[in-house]
């Protein structure tokens, strides 16, 4: 059988909308969940809601640019 590879230990490289992505779970107190169970099993509904923040956050830094 194939080796059992925890998803959790793999690093992936940052990019700039996964920090906002962290950012914007943290402020919706979600980032314990994520740490927890993973961004996968997040429901559709947290998913939204941070989606939402993240997009508030782009178009504010697009208005201050």
């Known amino acids: 059988m194939g080796k059992n590879i925890d998803k959790k230990t793999i690093v992936k490289a940052p990019n700039p909308n996964e920090k906002l ?3 914007a ?3 919706l107190g979600l980032f314990d969940k994520v740490k927890r169970i993973g961004w996968d099993m ?3 509904q947290e998913t939204g809601k941070i989606g ?3 997009k508030k956050k782009l178009r504010n830094c697009k208005i201050n640019s």
Do not use: R
């Open 21 to 23: 992505k962290v950012e």
């Open 25 to 27: 779970a943290k402020e």
């Open 42 to 44: 997040l429901t559709a």
């Open 52 to 54: 939402a923040v993240v």
